[in-house]
Nanobody, 117 residues
């Protein structure tokens, strides 16, 4: 059973930084792509950043240059470093993966990030 557990959310002032972590179990972590999504109140869930098994990254325009996604295959963990945070970054952040051999999406329960102005 694939499980994803996020941590690292919290309350931070605008301009501050946070690092989110997501630890994955139940799959071959080094072979799966990983994504960070977020959902703000009243809005649809959106992709923030993604990283392939080979380490290629992609970012939403709204976070490019401020956020960085990385992975540590030895720790089965993906990170999202968030810098220069803005109030509009406030959301629940979710970790996601979709192993190619299952074609199924797996999600964590989310971690809340609140950025105060």
């Amino acid at each position: 059973q694939v499980q994803l557990v996020e941590s690292g959310g919290g309350l931070v002032q605008a301009g501050g930084s946070l690092r989110l972590s997501c630890t994955v179990s139940g799959t071959i972590f080094s072979l799966v792509p990983m994504g960070w999504y977020r959902q703000a109140p009243g809005r649809q869930r959106e992709l923030v950043a993604s990283i392939t098994s080979g380490g290629n990254t992609d970012y939403a325009v709204s976070v490019e240059g401020r956020f960085a996604i990385s992975r540590d295959n030895a720790k089965n963990t993906v990170y999202l470093q968030m810098n220069s945070l803005k109030p509009e970054d406030t959301a629940v952040y979710y970790c996601q993966t979709k192993p190619f051999w299952t074609g199924m999406d797996y999600w964590g329960k989310g971690t809340l990030v609140t950025v105060s102005s």
